[in-house]
């Protein structure tokens, strides 16, 4: 069974403070690992995917990075406007053209950046 | 905005009433999925549809019945639901291959059950 587990659960920071989310995963065959970011009452925003070990992806204050066991997003010099809950989630296994994605989701980490 | 529709975006019922969310998409992708997710918690997946077809029925009670009308559109309909069911639904949508697509998710439908 796949699993994925995110730390902080919640991380406040101040602006312009640099740090990194934890997203930890077992998976029978990785096929891809997603970031997301949730504002509250709206639905995740989709950030990155990655696929294999020593990939990077960036966007604006934002890199993802990926190993065998862990991706983390690094957010640098983060803004007010970076708060939200970030999920990480996970696609393993023998996937059919025809099943569907099935994504196993990690708990997220809330990020609140004060002014 | 997103590129996923979702209707209503707030729903109030009774528990022995019977609604519809609805959903929308225009992006081509052949893959549609129905989440729930209560709060402070990540999304569950209820329902998965790939070429219109129910691909993947995670084990959901039957007073939740998905329907996709076509390649766009994706419907849940609701009946004699209880309390607990209170939740944000999500729609989402993915390209044809099921490989490595990440989900484009809705703003969800926040439904009340009273």
């Known amino acids: 069974e796949d699993q994925v587990t995110q730390s902080p659960e919640a991380l406040r920071l101040q602006e312009g403070e640099s740090s990194s989310l934890n997203c930890s995963y077992t998976?029978?065959?990785?096929?891809?690992l997603f970031w997301y970011r949730q504002d509250p009452g709206k639905g995740p925003e989709f950030l990155f995917t990655?696929?294999?070990a020593g990939e990077e992806k960036e966007k604006e204050r934002l890199k993802a990075t990926l190993t065998k066991k862990e991706s983390f997003l690094h957010i640098t010099a983060p803004k007010p406007e970076d708060s939200a809950t970030y999920l990480c989630?996970?696609?393993?296994?023998?996937?059919?053209?025809?099943?569907?994605?099935?994504?196993?989701f990690g708990e997220g980490t809330q990020l609140t950046v004060n002014p | 905005d997103t590129e996923v529709t979702q209707t209503p975006k707030h729903l109030v019922m009774g528990m022995t009433n019977k609604k519809s969310l609805k959903c929308e998409q225009h992006?081509?992708?052949?893959?549609m999925y129905w989440y729930k997710q209560k709060a402070k918690k990540p999304p569950e997946l209820m329902f998965v549809?790939?070429?219109?077809?129910?691909?993947i029925n995670e084990s959901v009670p039957s007073r939740f019945s998905p329907e996709c009308p076509n390649s766009s559109l994706l419907n849940l309909h609701l009946h004699a639901l209880q309390p607990e069911d209170s939740a944000l639904y999500l729609c989402?949508?993915?390209?044809?291959?099921?490989?490595?697509?990440?989900?484009?998710f809705g703003n969800g439908t926040r439904l009340t059950v009273t």
């Open positions: 990655l696929y294999s």
């Open positions: 989630a996970v696609q393993g296994g023998i996937v059919k053209e025809t099943s569907g994605s099935r994504l196993t």
């Open positions: 992006m081509g992708h052949r893959a």
């Open positions: 998976v029978s065959g990785l096929r891809g």
């Open positions: 549809y790939s070429y219109e077809k129910l691909s």
């Open positions: 989402a949508s993915s390209p044809n291959s099921a490989l490595n697509s990440p989900l484009h």
